[in-house]
């Protein structure tokens, strides 16, 4: 058992942390935001994610995970620290590393005896020898450390599920002992072979923009062939059955839908596009991506107003979905966004409703009227806009639907409704690559 110290308690820290006392380690996970702390003291959750607290209080109950906001002392008690604060995007697309590099210069300063310093923390090629370098400059000669790279790969929503049954665990070391220490961290999941890929540092810092590059690059291409389904009237449903069957392909991120957003994939692509340049690397694919990715953003809003013939001015539509994806609370570049300025500069009247996020929506726009239901929402509306895939925008019963609605028009984002349905009650309708003609 090691003792364990979390240094951020965001989305990557809270889980990590949680799921690493799960594994049975001692973990207090600890941030300078002191009322955050004493919110996670008071048995209080502070993100949305399925699964959390329960595993939160599990750990907490058994003694094995706490929280402090003393993180020069939490410093000082552990065998392992875990680097997990944020990394918004800065100037140009790069990462703001401030957080990360204060982080470093408080190990430094409290460095007591060896330690591994782990970042989790997606950080840019190169910044985990920057990292060593402060914690050397920082700290008393005599006190070894050793570094490592750990990059996350959790998604929002399913976070626990991805900590506690990874698809893999990267560790980027230069040293036996930081290998073995950080084994010795995961070693449950040894028992059920999770693949462990051991390789240096900045290898390890390079595989998590690369794999979320490459998801991103096959969800623009997905959504990409969607539109030419649009134009020859094919179903991009079954194209990506078929891509996916192949296990070159594989089926997974092979769904179009009105762009990717979130905390990664639109910050990731970016900064790994600017990490290249000043290599002076063309990452032409990955930008096409990106390009692409605000297209779709784009045309999302074009579908939306061709229902009204591309008038929508007084037109009252129900948005249902504010979070960039279902199952979070999380509206960072949210495609929902580009749909909500669209309406409000052209005279429309925005009823919205999300299972979780309508409290972080309405911090971006305080004038944004919120309802607590889809049924609340779509009331008397001349048009429905679905933007997530919740099960409860899955399961709606569309006649109810129709009964509530003045007007009959439904563009569907995620292609999660019934075409056939749709039809029979007679919607004037549209979706992403799966349309009749
Ligand atoms: C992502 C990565 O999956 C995770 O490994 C990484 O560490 C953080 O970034 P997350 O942003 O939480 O996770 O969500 P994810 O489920 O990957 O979806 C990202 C975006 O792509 C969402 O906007 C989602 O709606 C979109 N998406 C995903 C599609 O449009 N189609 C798909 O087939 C899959």
């Not at 790969?153 to 036996?176: H, M, N, Q, T, Y």
């Not at 390009?291 to 953003?297: C, D």
């Not at 972080?360 to 779509?378: F, G, I, R």
Request: charged share 25%.
């Amino acid at each position: 058992m090691k003792n364990i110290a979390v240094i951020g308690t965001g989305y990557v820290g809270l889980v990590s942390g949680a799921g690493i006392s799960d594994y049975g380690h001692n973990v207090v996970c600890t941030d300078i935001d002191i009322s955050k702390i004493k919110r996670l003291q008071n048995g209080e959750i502070t993100i949305y994610e399925p699964g959390l607290e329960e595993l939160v209080n599990r750990n907490v109950q058994s003694n094995r995970l706490s929280f402090s906001s003393n993180v020069n002392k939490c410093i000082q008690r552990a065998d392992v620290i875990f680097i997990a604060v944020g990394t918004p995007e800065g100037d140009n697309g790069s990462s703001d590393l401030s957080a990360v590099f204060d982080v470093a210069r408080a190990i430094g300063n409290n460095l007591n005896g060896y330690k591994i310093i782990c970042t989790k923390s997606t950080v840019p090629i190169g910044t985990g020898a920057k990292i060593t370098e402060i914690i050397k400059e920082t700290s008393n000669e005599l006190n070894e450390f050793a570094y490592v790279s750990n990059p996350e790969f959790l998604r929002e929503g399913s976070a626990v599920k991805d900590f506690l049954w990874p698809d893999r665990v990267i560790i980027g070391a230069s040293c036996a002992r930081a290998f073995d220490t950080m084994k010795n961290v995961y070693r449950p999941l040894f028992i059920n072979e999770t693949p462990v890929i051991e390789t240096t540092i900045e290898t390890a810092e390079l595989i998590k923009y690369a794999s979320n590059a490459f998801l991103s690059v096959k969800i623009s291409y997905i959504n990409e062939i969607a539109n030419i389904c649009d134009e020859i009237g094919a179903d991009v449903h079954v194209v990506s059955k078929a891509m996916g069957i192949d296990g070159r392909i594989s089926s997974k991120f092979l769904h179009p839908g009105p762009g990717f957003g979130g905390s990664c994939f639109p910050k990731d692509t970016k900064a790994l596009i600017s990490m290249a340049e000043e290599m002076g690397v063309n990452l032409k694919v990955v930008k096409s991506a990106v390009e692409a990715n605000q297209l779709q953003k784009e045309r999302m809003v074009k579908k939306l107003f061709n229902l009204f013939d591309g008038n929508v001015k007084n037109k009252t539509i129900a948005i249902l979905g504010l979070a960039f994806k279902a199952q979070t609370d999380d509206v960072r570049e949210s495609p929902a966004i580009d749909i909500i300025d669209a309406l409000q500069s052209n005279g429309a009247i925005i009823k919205a409703f999300d299972p979780a996020a309508n409290d972080n929506m309405k911090k971006l726009y305080n004038d944004l009227d919120t309802y607590v239901s889809w049924e609340e929402a779509v009331k008397d509306v001349d048009g429905v806009v679905i933007m997530t895939e919740w099960n409860e925008f899955r399961g709606m019963d569309l006649s109810k639907l129709k009964g509530l609605v003045k007007s009959p028009n439904i563009l569907d984002c995620r292609n999660i409704l019934k075409i056939d349905d749709l039809e029979k009650l007679g919607f004037k309708y549209d979706n992403v690559g799966r349309k009749k003609r």
